[in-house]
């Protein structure tokens, strides 16, 4: 069975992906602060490590205690993230470090943890987003953030394909996840605004980002690295 590692898995896109690679026969393990995380697990047959994507170390000893029971990870999917909203002259330093930490940062040190126990052919999909592209007014730190992500993906692509390794990533529009639900009840997006803006006209749901992911980690992308895959419904050239 081969074992993928996603963060940010208790919940949102990181759970979507969990739940559509253990219906293809994936080991999912599943790392998160939230303790849902424990529950995501059971639900998708795999396992559960309690585990802040900013803290490299625990990263490692993490990554090392999977291989340790699993074997090599053939996967890794970093899906960890969260953002602050608000007038870029008005954000606080406390959160653009916040966003700067778990979504690029945590990105980095999660690929740094996995690199020694990645399989010859081993595929990492970093969830990026449309706003690695577009800019989204009041989101300055997480579109900072993803521009990083996109950057670092292509980095790692170059350095990392001897062994090899395809590290890739998708950009999701706005999906349907809990996140965004916060987002819509807090007033500070609407649904109806956004499924304006999509030409297919519809939000994206995690199962979509799901089927990019599993495509970039499958055998079909074995020639694919270094790459943005966008699911976003045609948003980002849009106009």
């Not at 999660?110 to 010859?120: G, V």
Request: charged residues 20%; glycine residues 12%.
């Amino acid at each position: 069975m081969r074992t993928v590692v996603i963060t940010g898995g208790a919940n949102g896109i990181g759970r979507g992906v969990a739940e559509y690679l253990a219906d293809r026969q994936w080991r999912c393990i599943l790392l998160d602060t939230d303790e849902t995380g424990q529950a995501a697990a059971a639900d998708t047959g795999g396992a559960f490590y309690p585990v802040d994507v900013t803290d490299d170390r625990a990263l490692r000893a993490t990554f090392a205690d999977i291989a340790a029971r699993y074997g090599a990870v053939r996967g890794l999917v970093n899906s960890a993230g969260l953002t602050r909203v608000g007038p870029s002259e008005e954000l606080s330093a406390a959160d653009w470090r916040t966003v700067i930490d778990v979504d690029l940062s945590g990105t980095f040190y999660s690929c740094q943890a996995a690199y020694p126990h990645l399989e010859p052919g081993a595929g990492i999909v970093n969830v990026a987003s449309i706003a690695a592209v577009r800019a989204l007014p009041g989101r300055a730190a997480y579109t900072a953030a993803k521009f990083g992500v996109v950057g670092l993906t292509r980095v790692l692509a170059a350095e990392w394909a001897h062994r090899p390794v395809r590290v890739n990533a998708v950009g999701p529009a706005w999906t349907r996840t809990p996140f965004l639900a916060d987002l819509v009840s807090a007033g500070s997006l609407s649904e109806a605004d956004l499924t304006g803006r999509i030409p297919l006209g519809r939000l994206s749901e995690a199962s979509d980002v799901a089927a990019a992911v599993a495509f970039l980690l499958g055998d079909e992308a074995s020639f694919i690295t270094g790459q943005t895959i966008f699911v976003d419904g045609g948003y980002t050239w849009s106009g």
